[in-house]
Nanobody
Framework: QVQLVESGGGLVQAGGSLRLSCQASQRFFNNYAMGWFRQAPGKERDFVAA????????KLADSVKGRFTISRDNTKITVYLQMGSLKPDDTAVYYC????????????????????WGQGTQVTVSS
């Protein structure tokens, strides 16, 4: 099992930026595809972004394209979500997820595709 710890959430004004980090416990981190999801109060958990194990392929939800980017540093066993032009609708708990068995070059946008999850970090965007 991979332990994932998110950080970087907080309160930000609309139009602002935040960078979320997710550090993994496993030294085989470069074998895992990673993803970010978010869940607003009373809503389902939604896909935000995903990155392949090698980092060469990324996928973003339509709602965040042009505003968010996902990246990873396998030497630091960390995946990042850079969020810009934040809107109140981006307010949610953001979760990091890992899929352990995957070929390179593949991303996953369904929560059921992931094996391990972090505890989440709250992002609140004020208007």
């Amino acid at each position: 099992q991979v332990q994932l710890v998110e950080s970087g959430g907080g309160l930000v004004q609309a139009g602002g930026s935040l960078r979320l980090s997710c550090q993994a416990s496993q030294r085989f981190f470069n074998n895992y595809a990673m993803g970010w999801f978010r869940q607003a109060p009373g809503k389902e958990r939604d896909f935000v972004a995903a990155i392949s194990r090698g980092g060469g392929v990324t996928k973003l939800a339509d709602s965040v394209k042009g505003r968010f980017t996902i990246s990873r540093d396998n030497t630091k066993i960390t995946v990042y979500l850079q969020m810009g032009s934040l809107k109140p609708d981006d307010t949610a708990v953001y979760y990091c997820a890992a899929r352990r068995l995957t070929p390179d070059g593949i991303t996953y946008d369904r929560s059921a595709s992931y094996d391990d999850w972090g505890q989440g970090t709250q992002v609140t965007v004020s208007s």
